[in-house]
C-alpha cells in the first residue's frame, strides 16, 4: 500500500521561503509522477506543481512559475516543493500527491494517491 506523508507547513511572513517536503512509501516513487496540488478555504484544490517519474518534466501552476521549485530525490522516496517569495495568496492546505504512470499531470484524476495535506499560511 502506497503511503505519502506531507511535512514543512508552518505560519511565514510574506516574501518568506518554505519547504514542503512528501515521503513516500511503495515502490510507486521510483517510477511514479509526483505531484504537488493546493486547496485555500472555499476554492476547489488545484495544481501548483508536477514532476515526471525520472525527474526530467517539470511542470508548474502560472501562479507559482519562478518562485516554487519542485524536485525529487528517488533515493529516499521523497519529493520536495522548495517555495520562495511567499504571498498570502499561497495560503492553503497543500497535498501530495502520486500516480503510477511516469508522466506529469497537471489535474488531479490520474492520481492514484493522496497525502493529508499541511497547512501552508502566509501572513501579510
Known amino acids: 500500500q502506497v503511503q505519502l506523508v506531507e511535512s514543512g507547513g508552518g505560519l511565514v511572513q510574506a516574501g518568506d521561503s518554505l519547504r514542503l517536503s512528501c515521503a513516500a512509501s511503495?515502490?510507486?516513487?521510483?517510477?511514479?509522477?509526483m505531484g504537488w496540488f493546493r486547496q485555500a478555504p472555499g476554492n476547489d484544490r488545484q495544481f501548483v506543481a508536477a514532476?515526471?517519474?525520472?525527474?526530467?518534466?517539470?511542470k508548474y501552476a502560472d501562479s507559482v512559475k519562478g518562485r516554487f521549485t519542485i524536485s525529487r530525490d528517488n533515493a529516499l522516496n521523497t519529493v520536495y516543493l522548495q517555495m520562495s517569495s511567499l504571498k498570502p495568496e499561497d495560503t492553503a492546505v497543500y497535498y501530495c500527491?502520486?500516480?503510477?504512470?511516469?508522466?506529469?499531470?497537471?489535474?488531479?484524476?490520474?492520481?492514484?494517491?493522496w497525502g493529508q495535506g499541511t497547512q501552508v499560511t502566509v501572513s501579510s
Open positions: 514532476i515526471s517519474g525520472t525527474g526530467g518534466v517539470l
Open positions: 511503495g515502490r510507486i516513487f521510483s517510477s511514479g509522477a
Open positions: 500527491a502520486g500516480r503510477q504512470g511516469d508522466v506529469a499531470m497537471t489535474t488531479q484524476r490520474p492520481y492514484d494517491y
